[in-house]
Nanobody, 127 residues
Framework: QVQLVESGGGLVQAGGSLRLSCAAS????????VGWLRQAPGKEREFVAA????????YYADSVKGRFTISRDNAKNTVYLRMNSLKPEDTAVYFC????????????????????WGQGTQVTVSS
């Protein structure tokens, strides 16, 4: 069983930055591909970014490409999402999720493939 805990959310002005963290309680974190997804009020959950088990492969939604950076530190069992140039439309609850079935260099971009989920952290961007 994998437990994921997100942190780092908050209220920020448009144009500002935040760094989200996702801490995993698992013996071998490098066995899991990880992603960030978000859900805005009244909308479906959507993919944001993903990183492979090794950290060498990443993938981003078009809406965040060039502004967000996903990374991981397997020694610390943590995945990060650095968010720059934030916009009001980035306001959402951000979830991290882990997949135990991904290949070593693969990324997971579809919600249903993730096996484990965190509780989410709120990000609010004011205009």
């Amino acid at each position: 069983q994998v437990q994921l805990v997100e942190s780092g959310g908050g209220l920020v002005q448009a144009g500002g930055s935040l760094r989200l963290s996702c801490a995993a309680s698992v013996r071998t974190f490098s066995n899991y591909a990880v992603g960030w997804l978000r859900q805005a009020p009244g909308k479906e959950r959507e993919f944001v970014a993903a990183v492979s088990r090794t950290g060498t492969s990443t993938y981003y939604a078009d809406s965040v490409k060039g502004r967000f950076t996903i990374s991981r530190d397997n020694a610390k069992n943590t995945v990060y999402l650095r968010m720059n140039s934030l916009k009001p439309e980035d306001t959402a609850v951000y979830f991290c999720a882990a997949d135990a079935q991904a290949s070593r260099f693969g990324v997971v971009v579809t919600e249903y493939e993730y096996d484990y989920w965190g509780q989410g952290t709120q990000v609010t961007v004011s205009s």
